[in-house]
């Protein structure tokens, strides 16, 4: 085995990242939007099932917007989920939201509401309190603000960022799994065994190299059908190439070493020469690709949604959230659109400056 595998190679490529402020920034980032993905609907202060709760007359308004509203029951109740369902799922709404300029209580089993409807708009409803006055008010009335404001539907902006992480993240991962799993494969079969296969396997993947990487998506995305999964594949099929390339160059410097040359000699076969011996040391230039390649993913992920074939509403993306505000930009509130655009750059900048950092603590610059 060669040195780069070893304890003392990982501890002295940590301390080096470690000294990279902007790896670490990046890092840090990362971490965070993870924690975010992962307990979006316990952060979120809209937990129903992809933020969608829809409040019409609200719709549009600018950061900071404060509202009070009146919680009606609606006729038909869904059970409260259990933990993992509502971390994952998110808990539906068992309410209607009535948003209110004022109330009064009248006698005591029912209250009146002076229901906002528009700027200047109102009107006047009274519901019964079927409680007594303290509990109506306790339980039913909210005073909510709205960190990001409102997009045109009436839905929390800030609740629709936290759940697009999901989505950013989740491309992400999945790209790389699959980028990673093909371009190994294919990578390590053209470097090692050279010859026919090599000739076939880079014909190939030069093919794929040739056409542009949108039509190549458009194309997958067209064949699979839009949603949630199918953007994740499409991506990943499409992020492969990179990864092969750079394999394969590592493979054909790594298979005249004299490590892999005792390999052969103890009868060793070449999976297993491949698997335990050659990929531990050409890991550092696969890790870089693979963060170049997460934050590619991510915007490849919001230009589809922003076109309509990527994920498809009311699951909110970043890319999607840009395309329904984006016409608030030239009106007076911009941050519909300009919110989850900066939520796009900072975490595409996290894994830049990660990936930059990783191929300075590897050693693995001008490799690739």
Known sequence: MSASSSPSFANAAWSRLKKNKGAIFGLVIIAIAVLVAVFAYLIAPDPSPHANRIILEIGGEKPGYTKTFVRLPKAIQTPAPGFFNRL???????????????????????????????????????????????????????????????????????????LGTRVSLGVGFITVFISLTIGLMLGSLAGYYRGRTDNIIMWFINVVWSIPTLLLVFAITLALGKGFWQV?????????????RTVRGQILVEREKEYVEATRALGYSGYRTIVKHIWPNIMGPVLVIAAANFASAIVIE???????????????????????NYNFIITNNPMLALAPGFAIMLLVLAFNLLGNGLRDALHVRGKI
Not at 232 to 244: E, H, P, R
């Open 88 to 162: 994952i799922n998110g808990k539906p709404d068992n309410y209607d939201y009535i948003p209110v300029n004022r109330y009064r209580f009248v006698g005591k089993d029912s209250v009146l509401l002076i229901r906002f409807i528009d700027e200047s708009v109102e009107d006047s409803i009274v519901v019964a309190t079927n409680t007594s006055i303290a509990n109506f008010e306790k339980n039913n009335i909210r005073k909510q603000s709205f960190l990001l404001g409102t997009d045109k539907y009436g839905r929390d902006i800030y609740s629709r960022i936290i």
């Open 232 to 244: 994740f594949v499409a991506v990943g099929l499409t992020m492969w190439v990179n990864v092969a």
């Open 302 to 324: 919001a230009g589809l949604s922003f076109i309509g074939i990527g994920v498809q509403p009311p699951q909110p993306s970043w890319g999607l959230m840009i395309r329904d």
